[in-house]
């Protein structure tokens, strides 16, 4: 295998197919309550990844109907709570504890996810998240999505890099598993100055990563730039090219959770070939192939030269 996929992570570990349950919580986000600021980033629209997102449907709920599917469309056997909507550590250490405990009723769920930004860390969360690790496998994932502050900045994210990485040292001190999100193809960014985000992360207790593109979503200020013809988007050829050049300076002991987006189609605008997520996972790993590359393998060949 060419990367290290989640796949093969947790069947290596439980022996058995695993199904992420991707929840709402009903957690907000500073970026939108005006804590840090309104309207959040300026490419977030959670219809496009949320089944349940303004259904107001209870955790349980969820879980049943979603463990339900998985079990018959994928031959599901264990599962993992993955509490992504809004900022998954942004209330009190009593209520995130009464929605992480959810969880406690179902024997067959044997991790638990939690999606957030880098200013809602604190000790306090963190004491909290830490109580869970001795019975079930715990990741926080932090959107992280460049390392360069300008970028940050113009897609409105309301941190900087330096709170980013503080948040992954304090995580990783914990004994918890940290993933960051990237998005290849932001605004004003190039091939380099990814690699140079990836080149920054490699360096920190990271254990796993999610590539996104950017991609525009209805109802959201990208969606009027893009109209206004002020932002370009990767076509899926320069993309395949980016993700097999970054995974190549990843660590080969990262977990690849996602090599790609995807989005409803209800919400997408463009570009359309996100919503051929696994076509591209496959011209991905062709690429990979055809370059010799694997992850890893570059950051391999310079501590070989390195001797």
Not at 64 to 86: L, T
């Amino acid at each position: 295998m060419r990367y290290y996929s989640f796949n093969n992570y947790l069947r290596a570990k439980y022996g058995c197919r695993v199904h992420r349950l991707s929840l709402d919580a009903g957690f907000t986000c500073p970026n939108k309550d005006g804590k840090v600021g309104s309207g959040g980033c300026i490419f977030c629209n959670e219809q496009a990844f949320s089944v349940f997102a303004g259904k107001k449907l209870s955790l349980d709920a969820q879980i049943g109907e979603s463990m339900e599917f998985a079990r018959k469309r994928y031959g599901a056997e264990k599962f993992i709570a993955y509490f992504q909507n809004g900022s998954g550590t942004y209330g009190s250490t009593e209520t995130l504890k009464q929605k992480y405990d959810t969880i406690r009723k179902y024997e067959d769920i044997v991790g638990l996810f939690i999606s957030t930004r880098p200013d809602c860390i604190d000790e306090k969360n963190l004491d909290l998240i830490a109580e869970y690790l001795k019975d079930y496998e715990v990741w926080i994932e932090l959107g992280l999505q460049t390392v360069h502050d300008r970028t940050l900045e113009f897609i409105n994210r309301g941190h900087t890099f330096k709170q980013t990485e503080e948040a992954i040292q304090a995580i990783a001190d914990r004994g918890i598993k940290v993933a960051v999100h990237l998005i290849a193809g932001l605004p004003g960014e190039t091939a380099d100055d990814m690699l140079e985000t990836v080149k920054t992360i490699a360096k920190l207790p990271v254990a796993g990563v999610k590539f996104h593109v950017l991609h525009v979503l209805r109802d959201t200020p990208l969606e009027n730039y893009y109209k206004q013809g002020k932002i370009n988007l990767l076509d899926e050829g320069k993309y395949v090219n980016i993700i097999s050049d970054l995974l190549a300076h990843i660590p080969k002991d990262w977990v690849i959770l996602r090599l790609v987006s995807d989005a409803n189609r209800k919400v997408l605008v463009a570009p359309d070939w996100v919503l051929r997520k696994q076509e591209i996972v496959e011209k991905i790993e062709k690429q990979l192939i055809k370059s010799g590359l694997c992850q890893g393998k570059l950051l391999e060949d310079k501590k070989g030269e390195s001797k």
